[in-house]
């Protein structure tokens, strides 16, 4: 089974590790360098995105993390772990720095102060057996995106199509959460995706 990682500075390290061990990879929590060399592929889960950054460079993950997705390291990253995968940000903080990676342009907070969360239920290419519950948490999506960029589901916002799942190459993300609705098939879908890099 492959190792896959769970990027355990803030977010629900917990039920990423519980969605990935029943989709058939062991799991494990990365927190330093020494335990990224480890892994076969990574989950950074959502959080506050100014915050992971922050950390990341507190404890020396940054660079390396940088090193291994630009090296073609599978990673999935769930709403501010989208942030984190992507290439430009739109309304982050001044200092805010990503790992890159997805050519992708993603605004932080997109859907506003009045629908902070908010829940839906999406088709999502790739996913077979019926609708993914998606659970939107002060979520971003993505606004402007690369040939390379795959759009996996979208959903109508502010008079347009918004992005809310993209795929390039052995990179994957979400603007929602799964691990909180015990629908495993987005995670299945990274394993997958692990096995066949
Ligand atoms: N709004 C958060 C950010 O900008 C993301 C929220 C989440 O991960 N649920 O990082």
Redo the contacts with the bound molecule.
Sequence with gaps: APVIGVLGLQ?DVREHRAALESSGATSTVVRRPEELAQVDALVI????????DMLTRVVGLRDPLRSRIAGGMPVYG????M?LLADRVLDGHPDQQTLAGLDVTVR??AFGRQVDSHEGDLEVRGVGGGPVRAVF????WVEEWGDGVEVLAAVEAKGESRPVVVRQGALLATSF?PEVTGDHRLHRLFVGMVTAA
């Excluded at 889960?45 to 992971?52: A, N, R």
């Excluded at 948490?137 to 971003?140: D, F, M, Q, T, V």
């Design positions: 977010g889960p959502g959080g506050e995105s100014t915050t992971i769930s709403c501010a772990g942030i932080r907070n948490i002060r979520a971003p959460h």
